[in-house]
């Protein structure tokens, strides 16, 4: 698992004060598509840096970030956005599954653990 920078409810704090300010800046140009893109995407990145969750932060920025270059620049978006998605898809359903054969690991360890505990008693 990975060691958060800050307290999780301060990372949601700084990641909510991003989201509003981004937010107040799309409305204050009028750019509200592609904007979007970044003002969720950033937001939930740095929340995702703060907590320690590097992998996820890079995932994001990279089908946010994409997402709204795609767009901005009227590039062929028929090939580039679903390959965008298809690798954050792919990515989430890997960290699933590692991070469930981590968490039985770790479940056995402690169930090992407490019976150990309960012969030395």
Not at 11 to 27: D, N
Not at 49 to 56: A, I, K, M, S, T
């Amino acid at each position: 698992m990975a060691k958060p920078l800050i307290l999780r409810k301060r990372a949601k704090i700084v990641a909510l004060i991003c989201f509003f300010v981004a937010l107040a800046l799309i409305t204050y140009l009028g750019n509200w598509w592609p904007g979007v893109m970044l003002v969720v995407g950033i937001p939930l990145a740095i929340w995702q840096y703060l907590q320690g969750r590097h992998y996820d932060m890079v995932i994001t920025l990279f089908v946010f970030i994409g997402t709204f270059v795609t767009v901005q620049w009227e590039i062929n978006w028929q090939i580039f956005l679903p390959i965008l998605f298809s690798i954050g898809g792919i990515y989430i359903i890997f960290r699933e599954w590692i991070e469930s054969k981590t968490a039985k690991e770790e479940e056995e360890d402690d169930q090992k653990k407490e019976l150990e505990d309960k012969d030395k008693e």
